[in-house]
């Protein structure tokens, strides 16, 4: 059974510049969520869907956005970079969330 | 509001020894708890969960966890360290409202195991 996909692994862009980060759930699971890890600040929950809507949504400003997609899998996206983007963002997919979510091996984003 | 506090942000053990990393957690709701294994350059990965049920708790790779509710604790232990345990553990607890679910994570502990 596969299991989360994140791509890409590495990243690196510049300031000002907008990004998007992919991820594949679990074949099944239509809760996907995305967490943003730091040194300084640890992991901070960015945001959930569920069947394409988003449930719930953690305290980041609008350049930080998402969707998903019927086959649920989701995309993120950062827009007008600061260097304090820089982090690993890991997505986790879960059959509905109430039981725990399996995480990917996440995107490390460096703005420059 | 739901939270995690880990004690310690970094333990060292000898291999063979007994390590038990701490967590605690504050939650008005009976919760639901996680413990998480990060290797670097690598997501998490679930080492053992707690819903309901017995308290205790039996993961991957020989760890276990006691949920007791009275201390509001959930912490993790194994016997015997291995060099491969050497990692960072995330304790967790799912919070829920409104349909939604997300994680809170507590700061992590860096394990160091001496050979």
């Known amino acids: 059974k596969a299991g989360v996909t994140q791509t890409p692994r590495y990243l690196i862009k510049t300031r000002g510049q907008q990004v998007t980060l992919s991820c594949s759930p679990i074949s099944g699971h239509r809760s996907v969520s995305w967490y943003q890890q730091t040194p300084g600040q640890g992991l901070q929950f960015l945001f959930e869907y569920f069947s394409e809507t988003q449930r719930n949504k953690g305290n980041f400003p609008g350049r930080f956005s998402g969707r998903q997609f019927s086959n649920s899998r989701s995309e993120m996206n950062v827009s007008t970079l600061e260097l304090g983007d820089s982090a690993l963002y890991l997505c986790?997919?879960?059959?509905?969330?109430?039981?725990?979510?399996?995480f990917g091996s996440g995107t490390r984003l460096t703005v420059v | 509001a739901q939270s995690v506090t880990q004690l310690g942000s970094h333990v060292s053990v000898s291999e063979g020894a007994l390590v038990l990393l701490r967590c605690n957690y504050s939650s008005s709701v009976p919760p639901y708890l996680f413990w998480y294994v990060q290797y670097p350059n690598q997501g998490l990965q679930l080492l053992l969960k707690y819903t309901t049920g017995a308290t205790l708790v039996k993961g991957i790779n020989g760890f276990e966890a006691e949920f007791k509710k009275s201390e509001t604790s959930f912490h993790l232990t194994k016997p015997s360290a291995h060099m491969s345990d050497a990692a960072e553990y995330f304790c967790?607890?799912?919070?829920?409202?409104?349909?939604?679910?997300?994680?809170?994570f507590g700061k992590g502990t860096k394990l160091s195991v001496i050979p």
């Open positions: 986790a997919s879960s059959t509905t969330g109430d039981y725990g979510y399996t």
């Open positions: 967790a607890v799912l919070r829920s409202g409104a349909g939604s679910y997300q994680l809170t």
